[in-house]
Structures are given as C-alpha cells and as structure tokens.
T-cell receptor, first 112, second 110 residues
Framework: DQQVKQNSPSLSVQEGRISILNCDYT??????FLWYKKYPAEGPTFLIS?????DKNEDGRFTVFLNKSAKHLSLHIVPSQPGDSAVYFC???????????FGKGTTLSVSS | NAGVTQTPKFRILKIGQSMTLQCTQD?????MYWYRQDPGMGLKLIYY???????DKGEVPNGYNVSRSTTEDFPLRLELAAPSQTSVYFC?????????FGPGTRLLVL
C-alpha cells in the first residue's frame, strides 16, 4: 500500500515553460516533505523541501506547494531548462529519525 | 567534503555468494540509511542507524545485515545472494530533516 504516490510516470515540457510535478500522500502523520532529483547512474540529489506548517517554499526556479487538507503537494519549475530532465522523487517523513517514504518517481523531459 | 561515498559502483554476484557494500560519510552525521531501488520503483528502506552501535530494520531487511562500529561507516552485508537482490543500492546520511545520498552500487545476482 503506497503512502506516497506519484501518479504520472512521465512529463514532457518545452524549454521555458512551467513544469508541474504532483505527489499525493495518505499518511496524515507525515510532517516533512522533500523533492529529490535523480540523473541516471547517480544518487538522488536533494532539491527542495517543505514543512507541514507551511504551504509554500521557494528556491530560485523551484517552488513546492503543500495542500494538507488534500494531502497533496506539487513541485513547480519555472522556467524549465533541458538540464532539468531527470527523474523527480517525492518523499515524506514522519517522526524525527525515521526514514523517508518515496514515491515511484516522475520522469521529466524538457525539450529545447 | 566528499559527502557520502559508496563502493563498489557495480558488482556481479553468483547465487549464494556473499559480499559487503561499503558506505562512508565524512559529514559526522549520526543517522545513516540503506535503500534499494528496483526498476520503476521508489527507494525502499533496508536498514538504518541512529548512531554508532545502533541499527534497526527497515521495510525490506530480509537477506541483509548491517553494522555501525563508527560514525563514518555503515556497511551492508549480503550473506547468500539471491536473484531477488538484483537492484541498485543507495546509502544516505541525514542532517536535520534532509538525507544526502551516495552515488549507488548496482548489483546483479545471476
């Protein structure tokens, strides 16, 4: 039973446009959410995170939105660049010290 | 800082063989984790450690063992390799709420 779901396996966007990656979760005890980016043959790289006490966090071209009532978060990338092409994983954690629960990932392709 | 390093990068094992996947971090983090990632899937937790001398099972611990004798090192041991253990293995360490991952070890069991 998946606690973190990324329902879109892939997303294709043109360079300069907005990329929106979505993530849903089922466990209301999650209080911290992260997005990781992964290139082939590399480990996941931390991108951006958000605490459950916030509804938005921004870092340059990347913004994460959290809707706790809907148990939904999204990652916006504006403007998208070809170098953003990678697999994006949504992850969640509950109590401090527990491991991250990952979604299956969304493959983003940005074409020039 | 090198961050989290893992060796080897790739290994082929025969069924029944054993091996140790090495993981080292130089950030003095107390928390360390081992995950595996199967094709098309997210990462699943195998074992974790909250500090030297303390380890605990994750979601998929069967067939694996770990030890944590120092803060820096967190090796993962496969005793009797099985084809189901073919996967990519990632080690991570944690600072506050963020985990930092190594480059991974790709393991093929034939």
């Amino acid at each position: 039973d998946q606690q973190v779901k990324q329902n879109s396996p892939s997303l294709s966007v043109q360079e300069g446009r907005i990329s929106i990656l979505n993530c849903d979760y089922t466990n209301s005890m999650f209080d911290y959410f992260l997005w990781y980016k992964k290139y082939p043959a590399e480990g996941p790289t931390f991108l951006i995170s958000i605490s459950s006490i916030k509804d938005k966090n921004e870092d340059g071209r990347f913004t994460v939105f959290l809707n706790k009532s809907a148990k939904h978060l999204s990652l916006h990338i504006v403007p998208s660049q070809p170098g953003d092409s990678a697999v994006y994983f949504c992850a969640a954690s509950g109590q401090a010290g527990t491991a991250l629960i990952f979604g299956k990932g969304t493959t983003l392709s940005v074409s020039s | 800082n090198a961050g989290v390093t893992q060796t080897p990068k790739f290994r082929i094992l025969k069924i029944g063989q054993s091996m140790t996947l090495q993981c080292t971090q130089d950030m003095n983090h107390n928390y360390m984790y081992w995950y595996r990632q199967d094709p098309g899937m997210g990462l699943k937790l195998i074992y974790y450690s909250v500090g030297a001398g303390i380890t605990d099972k994750g979601e998929v611990p069967n067939g694996y063992n770990v030890s944590r004798s120092t803060t820096e090192d967190f090796p993962l041991r496969l005793e009797l390799a099985a084809p189901s253990q073919t996967s990519v293995y990632f080690c991570a360490s944690r600072a506050q709420e963020t985990q930092y991952f190594g480059p991974g070890t790709r393991l093929l069991v034939l």
